[in-house]
């Protein structure tokens, strides 16, 4: 039933979204004006905990252009549960109040909103709201948390723990520990990131009283997902509200979630009648947009003589800050599920704890579980060869799982769909030219310069799917919608569930729809992000928008291929199955009929088709039967310099296997956008707070995002495994880069810098911290 030869699937096709983009033609929420709108600004805490002893508006209610003032007394009773969804159970589940309840737990929290005419009276009316709070001490170290004693962050419960998964007793495992030649023992930070989308987050909500619905433009990755919080919140039944994403401007994770902020304002259009816009500036996007990682991980593991990984323990200890956002306390079951990555590892123990902290939460951020699994691997794999004198590829290779066990289950009960690792290590260690690499190292230590070669090899996890096992998460919305219309002309329009914000997935999905009935790409519309266009939908998150929402539209594109096909061999006046679609047209014998005559002849039902409905059009939703893992290899080159810690990455290579792939000119743009977004936590990346809780890095000129100066021209190649799990042979790519880059950079930092005793690092790699590595090696010598 498939045109013979796909004509766009595979081709490096440039993204139909761009011309808007770059022409400044599109429009984020912020753009959206509507008549009679008011703006709303925030009052935040600047208290990282207290009690909330006075909330004094009238001040500020009386300057001119104020609508109004909310705080949380104005919606006590009003609004239901907000838009937390904590989904692990037995965790200790605090509320999240749209607005300071009585007390605050980090800072930036929002206490109060003012709403006024423009967003300068709002802002200038916020400053004038008093706020008396009683401050009490807070805790924002993780580890210090989980002292007897510390500060807690919820009076009612006895510990900041917010969920606890206990270590597995594991006899097997005790047994292969006992019996190593040896165990390396880690304390490896993955650092708390900022997500630092270009775009912040802004919210447009707009009541309208005549037809009792609510309209809401907001900058999100998952606008079903904000209709039906919204829904629950506000206690109104999803056909009265309307969730528009327009452009969005990234997101990276932190825009899964539902917010507070898309409740709230909806509540208070509703309660004046009037549409109110919010926008976030960048510092609150840096105080009060979730942030990604925060975890410290405790690492044993066991390895024999030969440098075989045999057992692996890990307690995992993860900041989910003062309240826990939609996926953030489930994010280390990730960790968890991916702890083998590409390797057979025997028996894996794995605590994970998940803690309150007088922070903000975390949540998803690219890779989202999966990068910290990569960095405990990886620095694992280093240290074996450290330890056993073995070269840290073989080493590698020698712990790959053999291509012949797919598909294969881990001792995490992860089940991978496909992979041949030692393929793809073989092509990056040619593509890298391993050997020649090393040798050029050494002749450079040889001169006393600090060059340094890193390599990461791992798997990863998208798609979400039943097979995700032993994660809560995969209890969180796998399927995804798509519907096709071919309207009488044969034009076709895509509602797809999933709701790009950068992936290129218009032009993608075009593609895919243009070779399934042998049209243009032109005559292909996408649309997405508008819960009125697209009634059913998840989002885009864990690189699913191709794998489940590609998959969703193959299967209505079949779908309406089976109807178009019995409509003209009916026409054709011929046996269904001597019918058959080739090069866009429906062909038997000597007659054809091309696409668009069938599409017209399936509107005006001139000619009925026994048994079928007037009309054109497939509605299907793939539940995904298993989840894909992709995987790859990196390698790199850094010189140090030893007078400024001073890192220079010299060469980035990048050998990814993604399955088939539609449209390798997004999948090299994804590609290289992780991989920089990794290499940024290594180098750079770190939201700070002080010890009392304070943040530090609230602007962009003290949270150190990574510039295009710091990066060489990254090499990039694939091999290709497809899946068996869907009929595209797919696997995602959207967050590979980051799982791999970020070990790749500390392995070469850390082989840099052994020859001078340096044996840990933790990141980000800043000069400072590498100096200062170098100095106290130098004085332990
Ligand atoms: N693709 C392809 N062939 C494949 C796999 C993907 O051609 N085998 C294409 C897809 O058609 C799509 C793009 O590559 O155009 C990414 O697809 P996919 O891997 O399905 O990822 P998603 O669409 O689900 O995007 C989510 C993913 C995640 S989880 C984060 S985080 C992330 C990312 O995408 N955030 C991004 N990439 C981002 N890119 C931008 N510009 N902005 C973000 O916020």
Known sequence: ??????????????????????????????????????????????????????????????????????????????????????????????????????????VGQPIAVVVAQDRYAARDAALDVEVEIDPLPAVVDVERALEPGAPRVYEQFASNLCWHQPA??????????????????????NQRVAPVAMEGRAVLAHWDEGPQKLTVWTSTQTPHGVKQQIAICLGLPEIRIRVVAPEVGGGFGCKIPAYPEECLLPWISRRLRRPVKWAETRTENLMNTTHGRGHVEYVEAAYAADGKL???????????????????????????????????????SFEILDVYTNTMATEAYRGAGRPEAAYILERVM????ARTGEDRVLVRRRNLIPEGAFPYTTPTGAVYDSGRYELTLDKAVGRFDYAAECRARDA???????????????TEICGLGPSTGASALSRHGTWESAEVRVEPTGNVTVMTGVSPHG?????????LVADAFGIGMDDVTVVHGDTDQVTHGVGTFGSRGLVVGGTALRMATDKI????????????KLPEDRVRFEDGAFRGGEVALGFRDVAMAAHLWNDPVPGEEPGLEALARFEPPGTTFPFGVHFCRVEVDRETGELEIQRFVSVDDVGNVINPMLADGQRLGGIVQGLGQALCEEVRYDEGGQLQTATLMDYAMPRAAMFPRIELDSTCTPTPLNPLGAKGIGELGTIGSTPCLVSAALDALRPLGVTHLDMPLTPQRVWRAIREAAASR
């Open 444 to 458: 450079a230590r040889s001169e006393g310069r600090l060059v340094g070669i890193g390599v990461a090899t791992f």
């Open 168 to 189: 597995e007793a594991n006899p097997a495992l005790e047994r292969l520990f006992a019996g190593a030649a040896g165990v390396v023992k880690l304390r490896l930070v």
């Open 1 to 106: 039933m498939r045109p013979v030869k796909p004509v766009h699937v595979g081709e490096r096709i440039k993204r139909r979204e761009d011309p808007r983009l770059i022409r400044g033609l599109a429009s984020y929420t912020d753009d959206m004006k509507l008549h009679g709108m008011l703006h709303a600004a925030f009052v935040r805490s600047d208290y990282p905990a207290g009690r909330i002893v006075r909330i004094d508006t009238a001040k500020a209610r009386a300057r001119e252009g104020v609508a109004g003032v909310f705080s949380y007394d104005d919606l006590r009773g009003q609004v239901g549960r907000s838009p937390c969804t904590a989904i692990l159970p037995g965790m200790n589940d605090a509320p999240h109040p749209l607005l300071a309840d009585g007390a605050v737990r980090y």
């Open 503 to 511: 992936q290129g997935q218009e032009t993608a999905f075009a593609q």
């Open 310 to 348: 045999l057992a692996l323990r890990a307690k995992s200890i993860v900041e989910v800050g003062a309240y826990c956002s939609m996926l953030g306390a489930a994010i280390p079951t990730f960790t968890h599920l991916l702890a083998c990555g590409p390797y057979t590892v025997e028996a894996v």
């Open 382 to 385: 280093d240290e074996i060869a």
């Open 561 to 572: 291929l089976v109807k178009a096909r019995r409509i003209a061999a009916h026409l054709l």
